[in-house]
């Protein structure tokens, strides 16, 4: 089956006791940018009074509910549910990769099976995501830096508090990223020290796939990289299409 992104047929799971419903319509946007999904499935006990926030987008965006009562207390029912599921759809033969949509780490065995079958695993989550289903992924995308993503409230400031406020990331670009940026630039680069900036981005993911730009406040690798031009070099080229620019990036102590 083809691995191209833009070709891939994904089976959405989402499990409501995991995430939060008002992220759904940024949720379904990050996935349209992986592939079509053509399977769109929720599960969660409807009859419960907490499930009812998802009810109202059901509908807008055609995901498909399921049922799981409670069978005991505290426990998610959802989880066996949706791993059956995906085992049929992963037998069936109709889709080329998964994206679960949950916080929980019960999702992790499910995680490698589907990935040991070929198939491309996306997760989203919240931060607080185990970090043993993140690494199950081939990429797990955080919530929270969503498009109309629900930020919590800032207590208010006074006028004096705002003068000595600065601009601050999501998180800061910590020494552990910056060396992962540059071991990857290392492992790919040419002789004279550069490399493609999709390569670099590509590599990345494959060693951290909860790694996004989004999550230090950049829309892009790009704006990212070019923040650290105390150690990384940039260099746009010129390529066959018109306005179009190849990015490469260098260590500047090769």
């Known amino acids: 089956m083809s691995q191209d992104t833009k070709e891939l047929k994904l ?34 006990d409807w009859t419960k009074p907490n499930a009812g926030g998802w009810k109202s987008v059901l509908l807008e ?3 498909t509910p399921i049922q799981q009562y409670s069978y005991t207390v505290g ?11 995906a085992m049929d759809l992963l037998y069936s033969d109709k889709v080329d990769g998964f994206c679960i949509v949950s916080s929980d780490s019960d999702f992790t065995r499910l995680a490698i099976r589907l990935r040991e079958s070929g198939m491309k695993v996306i997760g989203i989550g919240e931060q607080k995501t185990p970090n043993s289903f993140i690494v199950a992924c ?21 006028a004096s ?31 004279s020290g550069w490399a493609f900036l999709g390569d670099v981005g590509n590599l990345i993911v494959k060693k951290k ?8 406040g950049f829309a892009k690798l790009t704006p990212m990289l070019k923040s650290l031009t105390d150690i990384l070099e ?12 190849h990015v490469y990036v260098r260590l500047r102590y090769s």
Do not use: C, W
């Open 161 to 191: 508090d705002a003068k000595k406020a600065t601009p601050k990331s999501l998180n800061k670009v910590d020494v552990q990223t910056i060396e992962l940026i540059e071991s990857t630039i290392e492992d790919i680069a040419d002789d």
């Open 11 to 44: 089976a959405v799971l989402i499990d409501a006791d995991n995430v939060p419903y008002s992220n759904v319509k940024g949720m379904m946007e990050e996935i349209a940018k992986f592939g079509t999904p053509t399977t769109k499935r929720i599960y969660a």
């Open 61 to 63: 965006h055609a995901i």
């Open 209 to 216: 796939p909860e790694f996004d730009p989004r999550n230090y």
């Open 138 to 158: 081939d990429r797990f995308i955080y919530i929270e830096v969503l498009d109309g993503a629900i930020k919590k409230k800032l207590p208010k400031r006074t």
């Open 75 to 85: 426990k998610n029912s959802s989880d066996s549910a949706m791993i059956i599921d």
């Open 234 to 245: 940039i260099d746009e080229r010129d390529s066959d299409k018109k306005g179009i620019k």
